[in-house]
């Protein structure tokens, strides 16, 4: 008798590899902002209280400064809240120039702001190529044009485009900021901002589902029944997906769902929240990519190799991940953790 023959399967992770440096955020809450958006609490969302411009740069200065002493490592300089580029120049100039001291001293190793795409004008993207910024992130939210006019964005999927368009042109490395769920919009919508996005391909996206917060006009559209946020299972599943699109087209996504702070929980009303969203959706693409990969073949695995580091996506969060592995005969008895970066599964 002729000994069964085994096949072999390998394949890395599908997210993409970047460096992962700490970000040291510096909150500017409403600073340029033009408008208020249907879904706005940036007070909630960001845990910060708006801070007078001297005193925020001096907390920026004198907290990286105290970091780089202890771990003697930089760290990526990011300036989030408010609308960047739409600030006072003077002021923008003025932060800038601090940032470029901690980065000409080494405490400092890359520099981003947040803006709105219809406040980027050639003569603000000179001054952050002058002054150093090397990425760009757009709060795009969305690329429909009825979802942005009934979330009162202000600005059309044209000008959106334009600017992720004029911000590679201009050198900058670019990020997208993508809110699903949003007024004028489902899961179909969604799918195209995600289709459009990786058709720009920007070196980073964060993926924020849409939360009704307290005292936002979106409140009012929820208590109205004008509006139904997402359920959160079916979040899970749609941000999955998307997780698949974008990683298949090289791009990083480094947030899922709003940062836990608690002013943000003990302030929403409604939507999907989970603290534990972005480690939830990572598993579950992970485990649609491994079923990918399975149906390959039509045997059944045996033994399954997996990098150490992904252990926890492997099985999901509580195990989540578990019962369908059962399903497809994969249990903690043929499954072992190695040190190597891909995954093998043998096949008899």
């Given amino acids: 008798m002729k000994p069964a023959r085994t096949y072999i399967l390998q394949f890395h992770h599908p997210e993409p590899e970047r460096p992962r440096n700490p970000i040291w955020p510096v909150f500017l809450p409403f600073i340029g902002c033009p408008f208020k958006c249907i879904f706005c609490s940036q007070n909630s969302q960001t845990g910060q209280e708006s801070t007078p411009l001297k005193q925020n740069i001096g907390n920026m200065v004198s907290g990286i400064t105290a970091r780089y002493e202890k771990t003697g490592k930089p760290v990526s300089l990011g300036f989030f809240g408010g609308t960047f580029t739409a600030m006072p120049v003077n002021d923008m100039i003025i932060i800038l120039d601090q940032a470029e001291k901690l980065k000409n001293a080494g405490l400092v190793d890359h520099t981003r702001c947040s803006t709105r795409p219809d406040c980027i004008t050639p003569d603000r993207l000179e001054i952050l190529r002058n002054m150093k910024v090397d990425m760009i992130e757009l709060g795009i939210q969305s690329f429909d044009d009825q979802t942005l006019k009934a979330s009162r964005r202000g600005y059309t999927r044209d000008k959106a485009v334009q600017a992720c368009m004029d911000v590679k042109q201009a050198g900058f490395d670019l990020g997208i900021q993508l809110m699903g769920g949003l007024p004028g919009s489902d899961h179909g919508t969604f799918f195209k901002d995600i289709n459009t996005t990786s058709e720009i391909v920007p070196e980073i996206v964060r993926l924020y589902p849409c939360l009704v917060l307290k005292d936002t006009p979106l409140e009012k559209a929820k208590d109205q029944e004008l509006f139904r946020p997402w359920g959160l299972t079916r979040t899970f599943h749609t941000l999955a997906l998307a997780l698949l699109k974008l990683w298949s087209k090289k791009i990083s996504v480094i947030r899922i769902g709003l940062t836990p702070e608690k002013s943000l929980i003990k302030n929403i009303i409604a939507g999907p929240w989970h603290p534990a969203m972005g480690s939830i959706c990572k598993s579950m693409a992970l485990k649609n990519y491994l079923m990918i990969q399975l149906a390959k073949t039509e045997y059944s695995p045996n033994k399954i190799l997996i990098p150490n580091r992904y252990t926890s996506d492997f099985w999901g969060h509580k195990g989540m991940n578990k019962e369908l592995f059962t ?18 599964v043998y096949f008899t």
Avoid at 327 to 344: A, G, H, L, M, S
Wanted: hydrophobic share 30%; no cysteine; proline share 0%.
């Fill in 327 to 344: 399903r497809k005969k994969i249990t903690r008895q043929n499954v072992e953790v190695w040190d190597r970066d891909y995954f093998r």
